[in-house]
């Protein structure tokens, strides 16, 4: 009687543990709200070259022909960010946790191609904030006779700085807040040159057409950093694990979180779009390379919505955002590149030096790529935008592969989105290569 007594009460507490831990997941609207982080952080890292440049050039050269391509590139991206997150609230490990569980060789691939990434991508967001700091110093009167590579060898330089000294903290909150200030004023300046009409046509406009060959580097760039490169996943799933040492996050929470950031950073693209499509599409006027001049068009579109006292403080908002996104750039891609390889040499902690170590050498290979661009910001960025995209079917497969078996297995409509999202991409890819090599000349 005794022996099942027990057992009894055994199983009353064991059940009683379970609904516990059963409703301590119960998902509500206040679990949701407290849940944001980490999704809301890579909309932040996302924000940049892709959304201020390349998405605002696409509706200002095309109209909105190109609306289906940042649809798409969202829409077949979104498995593989969603796998990472999936993986990592599933097991609370981050992927490089699992690359390294798939085997050395998954790790030791993703290492080669992140140390890549963050050398071209560090040099790609610095020479744009670069480029809206000269433009800034001409719109206030001020002679900054120094060039493109050295003002970003400077901006690369005091963000090296911040982050060694361990000063950034604030410029860091300061930077989203911008973020949230950019999105606002670009939201509004569409908005209202809606209601204005847009900017008349000129008379002998001929709308060029994006489905040739010719338009092909443009519309992979475009796709490269839409909405984010794609590696960012590896650094979302370290702020996941992150977010919940500080405060349990259900998986239904976690999915929440990053749809938040992830769905508004698309929409916020079809929005810089639009913008470009409105005030300068067919227009007449040249869309200029990616660089001061381009800056000063880009200023000149929120001036035609907002009016012209808007100009500095739009071009301001924009540096500070930019500055933000090579703060996230240099620190977050080093953390992943020290995380990894402390997994491929199984120690059992890393350090402080060895991260500043990684953050030194990202900044001076960065300075090193853009002293080999020089002036050509234009150049520099689309080569970045195409390496990311040209890499993007080798870590969508890295992140496919943790979601394929066991309890982590991914099914339906999420996997087979994935499936032809991977095929999706790998086709442009394949196709731009064969381009290039002359394949279809």
């Keep these: ?8 009460e055994s199983l009353t507490i064991e059940k009683t543990m379970e609904e ?5 997941q119960v998902s509500s609207w206040h679990s949701k709200l407290r849940a944001l982080g980490p999704g809301i952080l890579m909309a932040s890292a996302a924000v940049g070259g892709s959304h201020i440049v390349a998405s605002t050039q696409a509706g200002a050269i095309y109209g909105w ?23 990592t609230l599933s097991t609370n490990e981050s992927l490089l946790q699992g690359y390294q569980r798939k085997g050395n060789l998954y790790l030791g691939v993703f290492f080669i191609l992140n140390v890549f990434a963050a050398m071209v991508n560090t040099a790609a967001v610095s020479i744009i904030c ?3 700091l000269k433009f800034i110093f001409m719109a206030v009167g001020v002679n900054f006779a120094v060039s493109i590579p050295m003002a970003s060898t400077m901006v690369i330089a005091i963000t090296w700085g911040m982050l060694i000294l361990g000063q950034y903290r604030f410029l860091d909150g300061l930077s989203k807040g911008i973020m949230i200030a950019l999105t606002v004023s670009t939201v509004s300046a569409v908005i209202i040159a809606a209601f204005k009409g847009g900017m008349p046509m000129a008379p002998d406009f001929v709308a060029p057409n994006p489905w040739t060959l010719t338009s092909l580097g443009f519309i992979v760039a475009l796709m490269g950093w839409m909405p ?11 702020w996941v694990v992150a977010k919940r040492r500080l405060n349990p996050v259900s998986f239904k929470d976690g999915i929440f979180d990053f749809n938040v950031g992830y769905i508004g950073t698309a929409i916020l693209a079809l929005v810089f779009m639009a913008l470009g499509a409105l005030v300068q599409y067919g227009s007449g006027e040249k869309v200029e390379a990616a660089g001061v001049a381009y800056i000063g068009q880009l200023i000149k579109m929120y001036a035609f919505a907002i009016g012209s006292w808007s100009k500095l403080l739009i071009a301001l908002i924009a540096f500070l955002c930019m500055f933000g996104t090579t703060l996230t750039v240099i620190d977050g891609y080093s953390r992943a590149n020290d995380e990894a390889l402390r ?15 990684w953050m030194t050498v990202t900044a001076l290979i960065g300075i090193v790529i853009i002293s080999g661009f020089m002036s050509d910001v234009a150049t520099m960025l689309y080569f970045a935008m195409i390496c990311s995209f040209v890499s993007t079917p080798f870590f969508a497969l890295l992140n496919f592969s943790l979601v394929r078996t066991g309890a982590n297995k991914v099914k339906g409509g999420l996997f087979w989105l994935g499936v032809f999202g991977f095929l999706y991409l790998a086709g442009f890819t394949i196709l731009f290569i064969a381009y290039e090599a002359g394949l279809l000349r």
């Design 65 to 87: 022909q190109l609306a289906i391509i940042i649809i798409l590139a969202n829409l077949c991206k979104y498995p593989f960010f969603r796998f990472g997150v999936h993986y």
């Design 1 to 8: 009687m005794r022996g099942g007594f027990i057992m009894q």
């Design 130 to 132: 670069a480029a809206i």
């Design 343 to 357: 997994l491929l040499l199984k120690k059992d902690h890393s350090s402080t030096r060895n991260l500043n170590i």
């Design 228 to 238: 984010a490169p794609i590696e960012i996943s590896a650094l979302n799933s370290m």
């Design 20 to 24: 516990a831990e059963e409703n301590s």
